[in-house]
């Protein structure tokens, strides 16, 4: 079953920077819109960002607009998602993962092709 693989993670401090990549090394998403979400221990997981496939078409969940940005390098098959101004709720595992319904949901079930998510950690 094709996989996105998700780097990028790491340990920040509040106010800092990261920026994550999502990589479909098969290609097996090609054209399809790209979301982000993380989740927390006990709680479900949440939708963070989404892109489509030219990248004219972007959503965010408000929590983090105006501090994420994603975006996207077709050619390398990767999609990214910078986050600033981290905050220690921003803490999470973070997951990239492929839209079938094409309309940029925010609900999780029409994602296809889940990693195994990278970490996030965002010390006070």
């Known amino acids: 079953q094709a996989q996105l693989v998700e780097s990028g993670g790491g340990l920040v401090q509040a106010g800092g920077s990261l920026r994550l990549s999502c990589l479909d090394s098969?290609?097996?998403?090609?054209?399809?819109?790209i979301g982000w979400f993380r989740q927390v221990p006990g709680k479900e997981r949440e939708f963070v960002a989404a892109?489509?496939?030219?990248?004219?078409?972007?959503v965010y969940a408000d929590s983090v607009k105006g501090r994420f940005t994603i975006s996207r390098d077709n050619a390398k098959n990767t999609v990214y998602l910078q986050m600033n101004s981290l905050k220690p709720e921003d803490a999470a595992v973070y997951y990239c993962?492929?839209?079938?319904?094409?309309?940029?949901?925010?609900?999780?079930?029409?994602?296809?092709?889940w990693g195994q998510g990278t970490q996030v950690t965002v010390s006070s």
């Open positions: 892109i489509s496939w030219s990248g004219r078409n972007i």
């Open positions: 098969g290609r097996t998403f090609y054209r399809w819109p």
């Open positions: 993962a492929a839209d079938g319904s094409g309309d940029l949901s925010r609900e999780q079930r029409p994602y296809r092709g």
